[in-house]
């Protein structure tokens, strides 16, 4: 069956670290991949899309890179401040352009 | 400044009552979602339209029903409301093609059904 996994632990950084987080998939050859972030008790926001035959993609402090072969998306955030702590959840396009989203990982950010 | 509004941040209702969730996207979007949100769970998409009287169902369908009349408003509708579908629900919104396939999300409906 098709999958998607995040690291389920929060991860926890200092400020001005670069954060990573991973988004793993099995059983899908998506087409696209999303990023977006999610505070408590607010819906998602939309960040970044990377498409199958990019392999990487920046937005200001923010770079996803996409591996089809390792089936594997990696979200950067580079000199995080407090404000980035939030949840992460990648998503990935398929079917009927619907998206499946991972469960997400939450980053703490702390001065 | 794009909008997906609905209609209760909160919302409590009795096991067996029929529950409406409403939601609004001033986008003029052709797409719109319905999903629920648990912990331990995630995201998990109930029911979706692509057009007006359009819809399909999600990965988790059963015990809702939707509505699309207009373009801007789809409904979501528990016929019967149980304990289990205590949950956040959450409704998106996005346009056919376009660059970021983006799904624009509201603030979500925190129902508890007792």
């Known amino acids: 069956s098709q999958k998607i996994e995040q690291n389920s632990e929060a991860l926890n950084i200092q400020e001005g670290k670069t954060a990573t987080l991973t988004c793993n998939y099995t059983?899908?050859?998506?087409?696209?991949l999303q990023w977006y972030r999610q505070d408590p008790g607010r819906g998602p926001v939309f960040l970044l899309l990377?498409?199958?035959?990019?392999k990487e993609k920046r937005k200001e402090r923010l770079k996803v890179t996409f591996d089809t072969t390792l089936k594997q998306s990696l979200f950067h955030i580079t000199a995080s401040q407090p404000a980035d702590s939030a949840t992460y959840l990648c998503?990935?396009?398929?079917?009927?352009?619907?998206?499946?989203f991972g469960k997400g990982t939450m980053l703490l950010v702390s001065p | 400044d794009v909008k997906v509004t609905q209609s209760s941040r909160y919302l409590v209702k009795r096991t067996g009552e029929k529950v409406f969730l409403e939601c609004v996207q001033d986008m003029d979007h052709e797409n719109m979602f319905w999903y629920r949100q648990d912990p331990g769970l995630g995201l998990r998409l109930i029911y979706f339209?692509?057009?007006?009287?359009?819809?399909e169902k999600g990965d988790i369908p059963e015990g809702y029903s939707v509505s699309r009349e207009k373009k801007e408003r789809f409904s979501l509708i528990l016929e019967s409301a149980s304990t289990n579908q205590t949950s956040m629900y959450l409704c998106a919104s996005r346009r056919t093609g376009g660059p970021s396939y983006e799904q624009y999300f509201g603030p979500g409906t925190r129902l508890t059904v007792t």
């Open positions: 990377i498409r199958e035959n990019e």
């Open positions: 059983n899908y050859s998506p087409a696209y």
């Open positions: 339209s692509y057009d007006v009287k359009m819809k």
């Open positions: 998503a990935l396009l398929s079917g009927y352009s619907t998206l499946t």
